[in-house]
């Protein structure tokens, strides 16, 4: 088992949190007892604070009051009616109907990526651009104490390594906002809130490249049970201990609240073959590819690259919008949509589009139609962003030193460029040193601002949602390039301009300070509030 924090309660407390908690000592555990609405709301909360699940439930929603019990009711009955459908006649659908939340503390950013893997879930994560990572809770930095890398010959240097990259990025972090705060001063118009929170935020952001793969981050999870078996048979055959730790810790506690969806995994003929499959397939494969591509090296790659998409798409496209409002057959739509002119197409796209009055007015599942797949080489910060996406399919690489790392270019200007360079050269020197001996635990060692290879490939629907939401003026400029990138090549490389032409809120503007007009928003809505209460 790995290390942990254990967080300390009192007695009175202690016995608060078992109502709604199934543990208070272990860094996993489930929600019970409480109505939906709570659950969803400590979960929002979560990931824009450093506090702990339980901790935040003591400190801003628990006030002395029961919460009603209402998903008590009637559970027995379910339960027998779950076990008899979901066991004896193996009817997988039936564990869509019932869910858990269960949080997931101290987990590395290793771990977060193989929960989030799964595309049928609702994750939300600790964000680095809102908490730092300066402190030292225990005594010690936050990150992952890989137990493989520690019992080894290199864990004395990985500790160490480690201790002086998050020691640099604490030493850095006001000197940041210090300098942030001079290149950018406060305006007439802004409270001391909205203009602290907006520096700090620019500071976090332009900082979080330091932080190792090892730094730990809570997660809060919704998924059905169905969700839950196969998120567990995945982890269950990674090759990394802390994955395979974590994934016992989630079962014993899903076991407490939906333990009927589980049976099957701990079953060797089912949930162990499962896991088995999936391990030996994923190292023959590794064993293929070190034998086939030995002698190949990575040629040089842009930041984003459209390798594949349909140079008829477009006809396909307007053939599907107009699918729905006919009686026509799918083929010969397109026969008859290929006699169309570009102009009486593009008015096509322009009528099933509509008026757009925000990004979150969105077209129907006609964009369903086409897909592209890109090829992108960005920062593991950016990656863990993107990753989140569900309505896509992602593959990624190992986490490597190898292709190089990102570095804001005005941190030199604000006077820790070179405590960001000196945690660059670290990492690459701990990784050099772990990785022929432990390749897979090696990744723990990248700092966050080293580049990663993943492939996205989506349909037109998913990549006006991506390229919208991740170009918005509030999003880490990281992100914003792969999206604005992506959006060109869909017009340019591609020639969809149709395509291009409906992501009518792909935002292209230069931001300096990117959370500004975020804080004040959300400074006109708290005030707007106070004079209404």
């Known amino acids: 088992m790995h ?42 909360r979560y990931s824009r604070t450093a506090k702990s699940l339980r901790r935040l439930f003591l400190d801003e929603f628990y006030r002395g009051e029961e919460f009603t019990e209402t998903a008590e009711i009637g559970s027995t009955k379910a339960s027998e009616l779950y076990d008899r459908i979901f066991i004896e006649f193996g009817d997988d659908s039936v564990a869509q109907l ?20 799964g595309r049928l879930g609702g994750y939300l994560e600790q964000s680095t651009r809102y908490v730092p990572y300066d402190d030292k809770p225990g005594g010690r930095y936050r990150y992952f104490r890989e137990p493989d890398i520690v019992s080894s010959p290199h864990g004395a240097r990985y500790e160490e390594t480690l201790d002086r990259i998050f020691a ?17 001063p406060k305006q007439a118009d802004d409270t001391d809130r909205v203009y602290k929170s907006t520096i700090r935020a620019k500071a976090l952001d332009a900082l979080r490249g330091m932080l190792p793969a090892a730094t730990v981050s809570n997660t809060g999870i919704y998924a059905s049970g169905q969700s839950f078996e196969g998120m567990l048979l995945r982890m269950r055959g990674s090759p990394l201990a802390e994955v ?20 099957r995994v701990e079953q060797p003929s089912r949930g162990g073959a499962w896991s088995d499959y999936l391990r030996d397939t994923r190292e023959s494969m590794q064993a293929r590819a070190a034998e ?97 996406h569900r309505m896509l399919t992602m593959e990624w690489q190992d986490l490597t030193p190898r292709h190089g790392y990102e570095m804001q270019p005005d941190l030199d200007d ?93 935002d292209f503007d230069a931001v300096d300070l990117e959370r500004l007009e975020a804080e004040r928003r959300a400074e006109r809505k708290r005030l707007a509030q106070q004079r209404d209460a």
């Open 168 to 184: 640099l990025y604490a030493e850095a972090l006001p000197r940041a906002i210090d300098g942030y705060g001079r290149r950018f």
């Open 414 to 506: 604000i006077g820790v460029g070179g405590s960001f360079r000196e945690a660059m050269e670290l990492s690459q020197g701990l990784w050099s040193a772990v990785e022929p001996d432990l390749p897979k635990q090696a990744q723990y060692a990248v700092c966050m601002a080293y580049r990663i290879r993943f492939v996205m490939q989506l349909n037109a629907r998913a990549a006006m949602h991506l390229i919208e939401l991740r170009s918005s003026p509030q999003g880490h400029p990281a992100y914003r390039a792969v999206a604005h990138e992506m959006h060109r090549q869909i017009a340019e490389v591609a020639g969809h301009r149709a395509v291009a032409d409906a992501m009518r809120y792909v």
């Open 292 to 388: 086939l591509l030995r002698d190949d090296k990575p040629e040089d790659r842009p930041l984003v690259t459209l390798v594949d998409w349909d140079p008829d798409g477009e006809e396909k496209l307007v053939a599907a919008m107009l699918y729905a409002v006919s009686d026509l057959p799918d083929d010969q739509l397109r026969a008859r949509v290929r006699s169309l002119s570009a102009e009486e197409r593009a008015r096509v796209v322009r009528t099933y589009v509509g008026e757009r009055g925000n990004r979150r007015h969105k077209p129907g599942r006609a964009l369903e139609a086409i897909s592209y797949r890109f090829d992108v080489l960005a920062d593991y910060g950016a990656f863990r962003d993107l990753q989140r």
């Open 98 to 117: 019932g869910g858990a939340h269960l949080a997931v503390e101290q987990g590395s950013n290793i771990l977060t990526k193989a929960l989030e893997w």
């Open 244 to 263: 395979r730790d974590v994934a016992a810790m989630m079962l014993a506690e899903l076991n407490e609240v939906i333990p009927v969806f589980l049976q």
């Open 3 to 44: 290390e942990y924090v254990s967080e300390a309660f009192t007695a009175e407390e202690r016995a608060i949190l078992l109502r709604y908690f199934t543990n208070t000592d272990r860094p996993v555990f489930a929600l019970r007892n409480l109505p939906e609405i709570v659950k969803g709301a400590l979960f929002a």
